[in-house]
């Protein structure tokens, strides 16, 4: 029933139903938090989603590939585009985790690509670990805040709505050069908030003024 009221819009009587089950006790399986945590995205309840997100832990359904697909659906409507990318990659998607892997990798390339014709030049420096030149290129591409904008960049195409990463850690300063960089090929406006402060990326700029 739960799954029947979210297929038909009616998302408050989904999750009235779903809370009326919790308090009775009864057995909820993966499928059904997965039609809950669906209306907590196309409702954009973030917190009730989290929350649902901490029980799917305690019941060891974050591994179902069902409850996977709803939280990375769920957390890119939310604009928690890391957090999708998190999801993503701890949960066994089937063959379709595999496909849109390779997609968000292709699409860190064609950025780069047009990137470095836009004058950008990594600065490997920022890697710490002790390796030749091109593994240290390789290690820089890769870092979390690129994979998520490439994927939030396959989620949300030719859309007008900011992407928004968000990242426990100091943004390094190649990435915050590069994600200038993306933001000017992209046409873009690219919100990171790491440890320190919100950085707002618009046309090759942040609102920072490279002071950070």
Request: charged share 25%.
């Amino acid at each position: 029933m739960i799954y029947g009221y979210a297929q038909l819009g009616e998302d408050n009587e989904a999750l009235k139903l779903f809370k009326q089950a919790l308090y009775a006790g009864m057995d909820v399986n993966d499928f059904t938090f997965s039609s809950v945590i669906r209306v907590c995205g196309d409702c954009t309840l973030l917190e009730l989603g989290k929350q649902i997100h901490g029980m799917c832990f305690k019941t060891s359904f974050n591994s179902s590939s069902f409850v996977g697909s709803s939280l990375v659906s769920m957390y890119s409507r939310c604009g928690i585009i890391e957090e999708a990318y998190t999801v993503f990659h701890e949960v066994p998607l089937r063959d379709r985790g595999h496909a849109r892997s390779k997609e968000i990798y292709e699409k860190l390339e064609e950025l780069g690509e047009e990137m470095e014709k836009a004058g950008y030049v990594a600065d490997t420096s920022f890697v710490l670990r002790a390796v030749g030149g091109e593994e240290k290129q390789q290690t820089i591409r890769y870092h979390s805040e690129r994979i998520a904008i490439a994927f939030a960049l396959i989620v949300f195409p030719h859309n007008d709505r900011p992407l928004r990463i968000m990242k426990n850690l100091r943004v390094c300063g190649d990435c915050h050069t590069a994600i200038k960089f993306m933001s000017k090929c992209s046409g873009r406006v690219i919100i990171v908030r790491d440890n320190n402060r919100f950085h707002r990326f618009e046309d090759g700029k942040c609102s920072c003024g490279d002071y950070w």
